[in-house]
């Protein structure tokens, strides 16, 4: 879904100079960080995603972040219970997705029309629908996020330098 990967730079320089601290300090530090803002995002993703009718699940509740550490800093993963969905709301379904209209498998009616036929003889009956258009939520949730994982990524970094200068 979405992966969002802090380089610390200079870490591996720093981590040169000051060999005689444990490289698990510095790991822990960044961890910590990284999970704060992991949850940052999942609420900012969580915030953004669409939400569904009343009654059923939202597509929100599906979304989790994760944060672990790497060679030069941390990746931040962002994953859903319902992969499906996310592409659907990606992509679109139906004629938005260039798939046509959507029928039944049967070949049957899809369901009623909440509305009278002609003359009052019952319900119309729908045998296809249009589908949905994508919807670009996942791209205003990612330009929101960007900015603020670049900032938590240069606190990170001083927070390690102090560390490693022993101000931790």
Known sequence: MGVYDVHIVGLRDLLGR????????????QLEEAEALASVIEDVYRRHAPRS????AHFADTLHAEAE????GFSLEL???DPEL???????TGIYAGHGRITS????PMGPIFDWAPGGSGPLWFYSI???????WEATARDEVEPLVEDMGGRIGV????????GA
């Open 79 to 81: 994953t859903t219970d």
């Open 18 to 29: 000051f060999a005689s601290m444990r490289n698990e300090g510095l790991v822990a530090i």
């Open 130 to 136: 249009r589908g949905m258009p994508a919807n670009p």
């Open 105 to 108: 498998h049967s070949g049957g």
């Open 69 to 72: 550490a790497t060679d030069a």
């Open 53 to 56: 009718q009343k009654g059923h």
């Open 86 to 92: 996310r592409e659907w709301l990606a992509e679109g």
């Open 159 to 166: 927070r390690v330098v102090a560390g490693l200068s022993g």
